[in-house]
Nanobody, 125 residues
Framework: QVLLVESGGGLVQAGGSLRLSCAAS????????RGWFRRAPGKEREFVAA????????YYADSVKGRFTISRDNAKNTVYLQMNGLKSEDTAVYYC??????????????????WGQGTQVTVSS
């Protein structure tokens, strides 16, 4: 089991920026793939971004492409989500996830075995 601890959520005005962090600890053998998901009010959880071990491959939902950037620092066992140009529709609980290498290709919740507790991001107009 991998323990994922998130930080960086909060309240920000539309057009602003936030950077989420997620540090992993414990057994990380199945933490090759890292990703971010989110659940907006009244909606199901959806894929946001994913990254492979080396950081050479990244994937984004169309709704955040060009605004969000996922990155990782393996020396710190930490993945980041830089969110720029935030919109009201970005308001959601954001979840960090970790899983085997295949999860970065499928971007399916079921393929990520470890999850963070979720952190609230609220974008106000």
């Amino acid at each position: 089991q991998v323990l994922l601890v998130e930080s960086g959520g909060g309240l920000v005005q539309a057009g602003g920026s936030l950077r989420l962090s997620c540090a992993a600890s414990g057994r990380t053998f199945n933490s090759v793939a890292r990703g971010w998901f989110r659940r907006a009010p009244g909606k199901e959880r959806e894929f946001v971004a994913a990254i492979n071990w080396s950081g050479s491959s990244t994937y984004y939902a169309d709704s955040v492409k060009g605004r969000f950037t996922i990155s990782r620092d393996n020396a710190k066992n930490t993945v980041y989500l830089q969110m720029n140009g935030l919109k009201s529709e970005d308001t959601a609980v954001y979840y960090c996830a970790a899983g085997p290498a295949g999860a970065v290709l499928s971007r399916l919740e079921a393929d990520f075995g470890s999850w963070g507790q979720g952190t609230q991001v609220t974008v106000s107009s």
